[in-house]
């Protein structure tokens, strides 16, 4: 499980996983118990079908505020970069080594949006992804540690900020 303490700790979390990573294919999940680990056969039955294949959540069971949320930034995410995905923050992707291998140099510009800026630096180098729906569940035990109400605002003003950052990091490279 990866810690999310301090501003940039998830995503820092995320990107030494990746970096270190030695294996043909790396698959990245959300331990949180939303989602049954047995839909990790779907992703690796369709392994060769993408270079990258990630998950949309199937009814999400969030708080409507979290859902809200979400369908606002993907408007705004699909402005920047014109990225087609039903559910680019989802932490459930897989990927194969020369993929991830080309995605790890770079400093994440968005602490609680991870997995937005790397779909869209996937889709930028002009991987495919496949997107695979994914049955979540409403969390058991704990509560988010990141997405609290009276957060949102300046969570999603710093993502805001860091999709601006990958946008023109992107034009530029």
């Known amino acids: ?41 779907k992703f690796w039955n369709a392994k060769l079908k993408a270079d990258l294949v990630v998950g949309f959540r199937i009814k999400r069971k969030d708080f409507l505020y979290r859902k809200f949320f979400s369908d606002f930034a993907r408007f705004v995410y699909y402005t920047f970069f014109k990225v087609r995905l039903k559910d680019p923050s989802f932490a459930f992707s897989l990927m194969r080594k020369d993929v991830y291998k080309s995605l790890r140099n770079f400093k994440p510009s968005m602490p609680e949006g991870f997995f937005w800026e790397l779909n869209a630096r996937a889709i930028y180098k002009g991987y495919k992804i496949l997107e695979i729906g994914i049955k979540h569940k409403k969390r058991k035990y704990g509560n988010t540690q990141i997405f609290h109400f009276w957060k949102l605002p300046s969570i999603a003003f710093i993502n805001f900020i860091g999709l601006l950052k990958v946008k023109f990091d992107l034009m530029l490279n």
Request: charged share 25%; proline share 2%; hydrophobic share 35%.
């Open 1 to 41: 499980m990866i810690s999310k303490k301090g501003k940039q700790g998830y995503s820092k979390a995320v990107m030494s996983g990746i970096k270190t990573a030695k294996a043909d294919y790396l698959l990245i999940m959300d331990s949180d118990g939303q989602c049954d680990p047995k839909q990790i056969f």
